[in-house]
């Protein structure tokens, strides 16, 4: 099998950089839909499904991989080498946020920069730490994801999307949800939510622009001000949404701060 396949692969647009596009937890790379047109012009963009997500190969799903982060940053590298031309900035949105990091980590130097969407290294509170959950939170929705899959997905997808004015996109994400096989997104549900990649993102030198809703139950404010902080080289950008998908609910204020960072980046760098 190739990567095209295993990681439904597509690739549009020309320019002399590259834009990776990696979705989150329960998600495919059509939530891209409403943000990745406006770079197609002046950036070769390359958008995937991760393995066990959207249209990749289910066959391709190993669960001694994917039982953590590292087999889907190892997947990212392997698609930045045979897709990316130039330098690859990352967009990742949630967990793919760590991904990018990962993956940045396992090859320094490979990735110019990364554009990270409600990022969030750690979801569970510590004493000097604000995750935005409780370990008994993170324990009950993991149980309730469990029992009762397609439930919790309808249920969790209005909260998660935000975007109280366009219920379609609550149906969006539910839906994607919903074409998730369940085993796969249970295991990837404690992958995502039980990771702590505090001490892998800190002092990450590479350029990082950080898209933080305004109001996030997934990615408090707290938890950009964390990373803005723990990033020397990092912007933090709040966006005025609603909801942890901000590249839906709100992409024009979501491209236009994109469209400074990658101004700033390549006057940096040309």
């Not at 939170?137 to 994801?145: F, P, Y």
């Not at 969790?156 to 085993?183: H, K, W, Y």
């Not at 350029?207 to 990092?234: C, K, R």
Request: charged share 15%; glycine share 8%; hydrophobic share 40%.
């Amino acid at each position: 099998m190739n990567l095209q396949q295993r990681n439904n692969v597509q690739v549009s647009g020309t320019g002399s950089a590259t834009l990776i596009f990696s979705h989150g937890f329960g998600c495919d790379q059509s939530m891209w839909s409403y943000l990745l047109p406006h770079f197609r012009q002046h950036f070769r963009v390359v958008a995937y499904d991760l393995v066990g997500s959207g249209r990749s190969a289910l066959s391709a799903y190993d669960r001694i991989k994917y039982a953590a982060l590292d087999g889907y940053a190892r997947d990212l590298n392997e698609l930045i080498d045979a897709f990316a031309v130039g330098p690859v900035i990352v967009v990742g949105h949630s967990v793919s946020a760590m991904i990018g990091a990962l993956a940045d980590r396992l090859q320094p130097g490979r990735i110019a920069a990364h554009v990270m969407v409600g990022p969030s290294p750690c979801y569970i509170d510590s004493d000097d730490y604000v995750g935005g959950f409780t370990q008994a939170d993170i324990h009950s929705l993991l149980e309730t994801l469990d029992s009762n899959y397609l439930g919790w997905s309808s249920t969790m997808a209005p909260v998660i999307m935000g975007a109280p004015g366009q219920p379609a996109l609550s149906d969006e994400l539910a839906n994607s949800f919903c074409r998730t096989d369940p085993e796969i997104a249970r295991q990837f549900a404690r992958v995502t939510f039980l990771s702590d990649n505090r001490q892998d993102i800190a002092g990450l030198e590479t350029p990082v622009l950080i898209l933080q809703s305004t109001e996030d139950m997934i990615a408090p404010v707290a938890v950009g001000h964390y990373l803005h902080g723990v990033l020397p080289n990092s912007q933090l950008c709040m966006i005025d949404n609603i909801g942890h998908c901000p590249h839906m609910s709100a992409p024009t204020a979501c491209s236009e701060a994109m469209d400074g960072f990658l101004a700033q980046w390549a006057h940096a760098h040309g």
